[in-house]
């Protein structure tokens, strides 16, 4: 199978099954309105939440909009009723559940506060993290929900929140020190247009891989 093969039988062995997700994950913008079973949701995000984390932060957080009412919330806070009708994903707007995925940078500072970590000098700032870990963390958990979508045949995809942040963080109560990472939409995939940046195809393995022997 190359590169940007989508689909691959569903194998028994299971390193083959996670090579199967992976391959089969993408991102879906057009939505069943149908809700997701509020126990596989729950399974789903208490799953996606054992990430790994700088010091076992364990500073990701999900704030799970799951009801028509909260969804088109936070589609009047991002998507002004006059940009609506000329947006691309309207099947997008149609996802039974967002799940905001939060992070709290100042979690990190207090842990690498802590004794066992305190002479990393972390804990002063988040400017003293050369690669800000909080995001990094974020990213491995939405990533966790994203496979776990593509297991359980729902569709997902990651979306930013751009420049609605503050106003999500008002609308849904979010406190201050909380920075949104991303939103993840689910629920069931109906048919839809691939997004076009996919048609720059994947990077070759011998492009972005580089072994060093010695
Ligand atoms: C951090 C991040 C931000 C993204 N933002 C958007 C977005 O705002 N809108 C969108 O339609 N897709 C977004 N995507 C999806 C990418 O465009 C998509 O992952 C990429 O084109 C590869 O396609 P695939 O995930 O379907 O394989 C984002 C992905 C990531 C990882």
Known sequence: MDDNTRHGDQPDDPSAVLASILRRRRMHRNFETTAVD??????????????????????????????????????????PSQRREGFRWQ??????????????????????????KAKTERGAGTSNWPVPYWWFDAGAAAENLLLLATAHGLGACLFGPFDHEDKLRENFSINADRRIAAVVALGYPLPDEEGRSVTRGWRSATDVIRYIDR
């Open 38 to 79: 509020p126990q596989l949701l729950d399974d789903v995000l208490d799953l996606a939440r054992r990430a790994p984390s700088a010091g076992h932060t364990q500073a990701t957080e999900f704030v799970v909009l799951r009801t028509p009412e909260a969804t088109a919330r936070y589609w009047d806070t991002t998507l």
């Open 91 to 116: 099947g997008l707007m149609r996802a039974p559940v967002l799940v905001l995925v939060c992070t709290r940078p100042s979690g990190y500072l207090e842990r690498y506060s802590e004794p066992d």
